[in-house]
């Protein structure tokens, strides 16, 4: 796996969010719906980020398993999370979801951990953007797991940057 240069602004937007209390300060502030389904930052490096969302009532369907938008939040966070970390320092980026693919490959029940490893291929998308004067995309992929390993879920998720 290719390892990135870990930038100071990088490194201290992982820090303030990787305080619990900064955390969900943010996403009352900026994604309260993440915020009230329990979504949690497990783990962020610049290669890869890990969110979890509970099966709680908040986060239930019908069928007694997790909502699929309550998935397609955590996953979208994954790869969101990363993005915000590597458009830190860089200027003004804009960074919009675009696109969104889903498989859903068996019933989500517990604690669903999504894992994004797209933190290389974002940056050198943010790279290209900045050097082009150009939006560009990239597709990332975050997959989710259940407490017994299982793919419960995987998205593609399109991201476009724009640096200005």
């Not at 908040?58 to 309550?70: D, E, V």
């Amino acid at each position: 796996m290719h390892t990135l240069p870990d930038t100071p602004a990088a490194a201290a937007f992982r820090r303030t969010i990787s305080s619990p209390l900064k955390l969900r300060l943010f996403m009352l502030r900026s994604l309260p719906m993440a915020y009230l389904a329990g979504l949690r930052l497990r783990e962020i490096t610049p290669e890869r980020a890990v969110i979890t969302v509970p099966f709680k009532y908040l986060t239930q369907n019908p069928f007694r398993s997790i909502y699929f938008a309550c998935l397609s939040m955590a996953a979208e966070m994954a790869s969101g999370m990363l993005a915000m970390m590597h458009i830190q320092g860089q200027g003004r980026v804009s960074m919009l979801v675009v696109g969104l693919e889903a498989e859903f490959t068996k019933k989500a029940v517990g604690l669903i951990a999504f894992t994004s490893e797209d933190g290389p291929r974002i940056a050198q998308t943010i790279a290209d953007s900045r050097a082009s004067g150009e939006g560009r995309t990239v597709v990332c992929t975050s997959t989710g797991v259940d407490q017994a390993g299982d793919v419960v879920a995987t998205f593609r998720i399109t991201w476009s940057f724009r640096a200005k």
